[in-house]
């Protein structure tokens, strides 16, 4: 206890191992670390509530204080950033097709893979096709799509859904349910690949927030424009801004769909969580957190260091892929002033990384792109772990 404020110890210490039996079944327990100031906190601190101006004002000064070498990416200042973590939340772990049995599987499994691959085909040709139709006219995209255009987009969904099924996705899955969207117009999501964005587009048909990049892509700029989406550029703090006021805006129209961000702005291995940038909880509305896992024993399914072709080849050979999706209970932001979109990202964060079981680490998009210039000029074989770069800034700032 130090000033007044308790902390908490609330993060699993040890892996998890079969509960014994008998006597020993509570001396077992698993120790829980809960690290929190919970000063001036009651019952009623987590009720529905927007943060208040001078709370976001507030917020935006703080991240301006600790000099943060990733500020341009929205990513958390660094007081608020978990102890270094020598780890490389990225790496896929299975990059290479590796023993007997998943060779013969492969070779098993080319028949469906190219029954596979032509459902995945005529599935996203003729979803492009209807999208069209539906866009077909509309000029006004700055207000909600017609209903009778949301109708349409029901066959995209649909073809959504084989194309999951093509990538060996035969079931799904779910626990909990999504709320209501009056309760919760912001849904945020880990994201391990880009099975992702299509099961939510199949799921939810949300308002997602993506880079500009995704509108130039063939058939898939044009169905996700169906969606609404909000284009940013994440080295702009100018495009930062207009897709919070952007996010603001539509989050608070019942007429839209739910706003849906994934706010470790890019794929990791599903073993850790990495930061979180704050875009989904300036504006101050309740969120409900998604978590989605991917079980497997022989291939990692994670979008790390492995190519595009390659990792939709093997999930097209296996002969089925394993997902599975938690709606967290909704998280609302506190009417108190001490809390603001930084505090409120984090309680966000620690509920996903509970609920996964797996650590938090302060890695961004920032150590994505040091990554990639390293693997570019590496000539040897990269290292199994990554130190968080923005804590080799703050300490190297600290030497005479």
Not at 46 to 65: H, K, P, Q, T, Y
Not at 184 to 209: M, Q, R
Not at 270 to 294: D, K, N
């Amino acid at each position: 206890m130090e000033d007044g404020r308790l902390s908490l110890l609330t993060a699993p210490l040890l892996a998890q191992s079969p509960a014994p039996s008998g006597a020993d079944a509570d001396a077992a327990a698993d120790v829980i670390l809960d690290i929190g100031d919970r000063t001036g906190v009651g019952e009623g601190d987590l009720s529905n509530g927007c943060i208040s101006d001078s709370v976001s004002e507030g917020v935006a000064g703080g991240e301006e204080e600790d000099g943060n070498p990733f500020e341009f990416l929205g990513a958390a200042p660094l007081r608020h950033r978990r102890p270094p973590c020598p780890v490389d939340p990225f790496r896929n772990h299975t990059p290479t097709v590796g023993g007997f049995y998943e060779l013969c599987k492969m070779v098993l499994c080319l028949p469906v893979a190219l029954a596979r691959l032509l459902l995945f085909g005529i599935s996203i040709l003729v979803g492009f096709l209807v999208t069209t139709l539906a866009l077909q006219g509309w000029k006004d995209r700055q207000s909600p799509m017609p209903r009778w255009r949301c109708r349409l987009m029901w066959v995209t969904r649909l073809c959504t859904r084989c194309i999951l099924f093509s990538f060996g996705y035969h079931w799904i899955k779910r626990k909990g349910r999504p709320a209501s969207r009056k309760i919760a117009p912001i849904v945020v999501s880990n994201h391990i690949c880009y099975i992702e964005p299509i099961f939510f587009f199949y799921e939810l048909f949300p308002t997602i927030v993506a880079s500009e990049s995704h509108d130039s892509i063939p058939f898939v700029g044009t169905i996700i424009r169906a969606m609404q989406v909000i284009y940013v550029d994440r080295f702009s703090a100018s495009s930062r801004k207009n897709a919070v006021n952007e996010i603001k805006r539509k989050a608070s129209c019942d007429e839209f769909p739910r706003v849906l961000l994934f706010p470790e702005g890019t794929t990791t291995n599903g073993r850790f969580l990495i930061s979180f940038q704050l875009g989904a909880f300036i504006p101050g509305y309740p969120v409900q957190p998604v978590v989605v896992r991917y079980p497997y024993v022989h291939f990692d399914q994670s979008w790390g260091n492995i190519s595009l072709a390659k990792l939709m080849f093997r999930m097209f050979t296996q002969f089925h892929n394993y997902m599975e999706v938690e709606y967290l209970p909704v998280i609302f932001p506190s009417e108190n002033k001490w809390e603001g979109a930084i505090e409120f990202a984090e309680r966000a964060s620690h509920a996903m990384a509970s609920a996964l079981n797996v650590v938090q680490t302060s890695h961004s998009y920032g150590d994505v792109m040091l990554l990639t210039k390293a693997l570019e000029r590496a000539k040897g074989k990269p290292a199994p772990y990554m130190v968080e770069m923005a804590w080799v800034e703050s300490w190297a700032g600290k030497l005479p």
